[in-house]
Every structure is written in C-alpha cells, then in structure tokens.
Nanobody
Framework: QVRFTESGGGLVQPGGSLRLSCAASGSIFSIRVMGWYRQAPGKQRTMVAR???????YYADSVKGRFTISRDNAKNTVYLQMNSLKPEDTAAYYC????????WGQGTQVTVSA
C-alpha cells in the first residue's frame, strides 16, 4: 500500500508563492500517475494537477498558469509550485495517485489571506 506525506503548506498573502512536497512510499512510484488534490471547508476534494511517470501534466482550469506540478522519481517525491496565490486557493492539499487510492495522507494546509 502506497503512503503519502505532504509538507510545505502555510499562511501566505495573496499573490504569494508556496512549494508543496509529497513523499510517497512504494517501489512502483515512477510509473504511477500522481496528483495533487485539495479540499476546502465544506467542499468536496478535487484534483488540481496530475503528472505521468514521463512528466506529462494536466491542470484544472482554476490553477492553470499559476501552479506547476513536477516529480523526482529517484526520490519518490512529487511537488506543487504554487504562484500568484488567491484566497480561493485556501484548502488542505493532498497528494495521491490518479485515479486516487484510498490511502490519503494528513495533507498540508494552505491559507491565503491578507
């Protein structure tokens, strides 16, 4: 069973940047499609970005042009660079495979506020 540990969240002002990291266990990480998801209070968890083992990417329209997903297969780690953050980006952020497994980590909280 793959496990995920997210980090890098925090409080940032609108227009600021954060870089999230997700360490994943599992020997087949390099061939899995990995995704970043977020869940705001009272809302469903949604995918914001995903990346294939070969580096192909997909972004939700709400973050396109502002977020960049990347991965380091040697480190079993996936990243999410978030720029030009908006208050509506406030959420708990999680990584998982895509489609997602049932093994969710604790997530990392991102709060965008002045």
């Amino acid at each position: 069973q793959v496990r995920f540990t997210e980090s890098g969240g925090g409080l940032v002002q609108p227009g600021g940047s954060l870089r999230l990291s997700c360490a994943a266990s599992g020997s087949i990480f390099s061939i899995r499609v990995m995704g970043w998801y977020r869940q705001a209070p009272g809302k469903q968890r949604t995918m914001v970005a995903r990346i294939t083992g070969g580096g192909g990417t997909y972004y939700a329209d709400s973050v396109k042009g502002r977020f960049t997903i990347s991965r380091d297969n040697a480190k079993n780690t996936v990243y999410l660079q978030m720029n030009s953050l908006k208050p509506e980006d406030t959420a708990a952020y999680y990584c998982n495979t895509w489609p997602s497994s049932n093994s969710w980590g604790q997530g990392t909280q991102v709060t965008v506020s002045a």
